[in-house]
């Protein structure tokens, strides 16, 4: 079965700090793609990065970077010098390489609060 | 606005009711999604609808609920007979194409928050 486990129910910070949140999957499969959705106190998606089982190579995106370890089935990502504005829920989730590839299996979330 | 519009945004029912919620995806899409979300828990994938033709279905659908996307264009998914375990928010997502092509973007509603009492 496919699983997505994030560790961190919350975590606050003070702005400015580092945090890297967690995810670590389950698949029996070994082609997948692995995602990083944030959802604002608005409750609206959004899509910030997808990583298919192929390519562990790190990424960054200013100050937000993604750590895909497969040895490990791990996925983390770090946000650098945080700020309010990162505040929100930050889910991970893994989907199949073949069908719809929407069928998006979330994990229950990490709460970020970045405080002033 | 050309993102994924839900409506209602909330919708507060009486056991037993049945209620419907309507998505407008982002017009070049021809990938639309159903999602449920409780509180506190991350999204579960219902349904998915490639044009019209309603191709994946999760167990969690079950018969009381129905999906429809008639034209190709909006969807609906209703709710017969509502129970109090179906409270949550429901979101819609949109995509053009698998989420293997582009960036694998799935384009999320603010979804419609269901209250069944």
């Known amino acids: 079965a496919q699983k997505v486990t994030q560790a961190q129910t919350e975590i606050s910070v003070v702005e400015k700090e580092d945090v890297t949140l967690d995810c670590v999957y389950e698949?029996?499969?070994?082609?997948?793609?692995l995602f990083w959705y944030k959802q604002p106190p608005s409750g609206e998606l959004v899509f910030l990065i997808r990583r298919n089982s192929f390519d562990e190579q790190n990424e960054i995106s200013g100050r937000y970077s993604w750590n895909f370890q497969k040895s490990t089935s791990s996925f983390n990502f770090t946000i650098t010098a945080s700020q309010v504005v990162d505040s929100a829920v930050y889910f991970c989730?893994?989907?199949?390489?073949?069908?719809?590839?929407?069928?998006?299996?979330f994990g229950k979330g990490t709460k970020l609060s970045v405080k002033p | 606005d050309t993102g994924v519009s839900q409506d209602p945004r909330h919708k507060i029912t009486k056991r037993g009711q049945n209620v419907t919620f309507r998505c407008d995806p982002i017009s070049e899409h021809n990938r639309l999604y159903w999602y449920r979300q409780t509180l506190g828990q991350g999204p579960e994938f219902l349904t998915y609808?490639?044009?019209?033709?309603?191709?994946?279905k999760s167990r969690l659908l079950s018969d009381r609920f129905s999906a429809e996307r008639p034209k190709g264009s909006f969807s609906t998914l209703e709710i017969q007979r509502t129970e109090q375990g179906d409270s949550a928010m429901y979101l819609c997502?949109?995509?053009?194409?698998?989420?293997?092509?582009?960036?694998?973007?799935?384009?999320f509603g603010e979804g419609s928050r269901l209250t069944v009492l």
């Open positions: 989730a893994l989907s199949n390489y073949g069908g719809s590839q929407g069928n998006l299996i």
């Open positions: 997502a949109s995509s053009l194409g698998r989420t293997s092509a582009g960036t694998g973007e799935l384009f």
């Open positions: 698949t029996r499969d070994t082609t997948y793609y």
């Open positions: 609808f490639q044009n019209e033709a309603q191709l994946e």
